[in-house]
């Protein structure tokens, strides 16, 4: 069956530091992958697309990584701030638009 | 962008009663949709997803329902609610991104 994994331990860091989030996925043959943000209440917010023709794609701060090979994805959030504490998902499109996410890896960045 | 309308925020439901949660979607057409739930700490689980009028996938069986009477709504029912059905609840619209609403907290008593 698909499945979609990410680390559902808490990763606390320290301000300044590289938050590094794990996605690893089973028995998808993506086109693309998706990274979103939660915040406690709301609803994912969409962060970053990766395709699968792409190994590393930038977005200020942020930054994702892409290997098929490994079936699996790395999200990077440089220079984090306590505002970077939230829930971070991947996500994947299988067939028949089925949207399928991670369950969620929670970041905490401490002063 | 698109915007997702969803609403009420917050619903508290005694066990055994009806439920209609509705959503709408604004600035695109012919979106797919979709219904999720959310436990407590826990992932985004797929309830129903929906790709045209009246076209309904079911992830999960349960006692809830789906209905897309028209292009741009998406409706989340159930006749009789258990407690376990209590969550966040939240819609989204996808194309090449995921817009959310801004989910419904339901709480069954």
């Known amino acids: 069956s698909q499945k979609i994994e990410q680390n559902s331990e808490a990763l606390n860091i320290q301000e300044g530091k590289t938050a590094t989030l794990t996605c690893n996925y089973t028995?998808?043959?993506?086109?693309?992958l998706q990274w979103y943000r939660q915040d406690p209440g709301r609803g994912p917010v969409f962060l970053l697309l990766?395709?699968?023709?792409?190994k590393e794609k930038r977005k200020e701060r942020l930054k994702v990584t892409f290997d098929t090979t490994l079936k699996q994805s790395l999200f990077h959030i440089t220079a984090s701030q306590p505002a970077d504490s939230a829930t971070y998902l991947c996500?994947?499109?299988?067939?028949?638009?089925?949207?399928?996410f991670g369950t969620g890896t929670q970041l905490k960045v401490e002063l | 962008s698109q915007t997702i309308h969803q609403w009420p925020a917050t619903l508290v439901q005694p066990v055994g009663s009806p439920l209609s949660l509705e959503c709408t979607v604004e600035?695109?057409?012919?979106?797919?949709l979709y219904w999720y739930r959310q436990a407590a700490g826990r992932g985004l689980q797929l309830l129903f997803y929906?790709?045209?009028?009246?076209?309904i996938s079911s992830e999960v069986p349960q006692n809830l329902s789906a209905s897309r009477p028209q292009d741009r709504q998406f409706i989340l029912s159930s006749k009789k609610l258990l407690l376990s059905d209590s969550g966040f609840y939240l819609c989204?619209?996808?194309?090449?991104?995921?817009?959310f609403g801004q989910g419904t907290r339901l709480t069954v008593v």
């Open positions: 996500a994947l499109k299988g067939g028949g638009n089925k949207l399928t």
């Open positions: 990766i395709r699968e023709n792409e």
């Open positions: 600035g695109t057409s012919n979106p797919n």
């Open positions: 989204a619209s996808f194309a090449s991104e995921a817009f």
């Open positions: 929906s790709v045209g009028i009246g076209q």
């Open positions: 028995n998808y043959s993506p086109a693309y």
